[in-house]
């Protein structure tokens, strides 16, 4: 059974930083396409990054040019470094494979004050 389980959030000022981690089990994260997620109070989750089993990577609009997406195969964890923080960024932020095939984790709160 694959699980996620997602850390390294808080509370950080706007223009603040943050690295989220996701460690899997059951899954070997090299082979598999990964994704974050973020969910904010009443709206639909979202796809923020994803990083393809080749290396690729790829960015909402949103975020792109402050978040970047790395991946540490030996430790098979994936990363979601994450650089000039706006309020608009708090929310629940979730890792999963692409296409979404598992459960999902508990995910880890981002809150961006102003």
């Known amino acids: 059974q694959v699980h996620f389980v997602e850390s390294g959030g808080g509370l950080v000022q706007a223009g603040g930083s943050l690295r989220l981690s996701c460690t899997a089990s059951g899954i070997s994260l090299s082979i598999n396409h990964m994704a974050w997620y973020r969910q904010a109070p009443g709206k639909q989750r979202e796809l923020v990054a994803a990083?393809?089993?080749?290396?690729?990577?790829t960015y909402a609009d949103s975020v792109k040019g402050r978040f970047t997406v790395s991946r540490d195969n030996a430790k098979n964890t994936v990363y979601l470094q994450m650089n000039s923080l706006k309020p608009e960024d708090s929310a629940v932020y979730y890792c999963m494979r692409l296409p979404p095939l598992d459960s999902w984790g508990q995910g880890t709160q981002v809150t961006v004050s102003s």
């Open positions: 990083m393809y089993s080749a290396g690729s990577t």
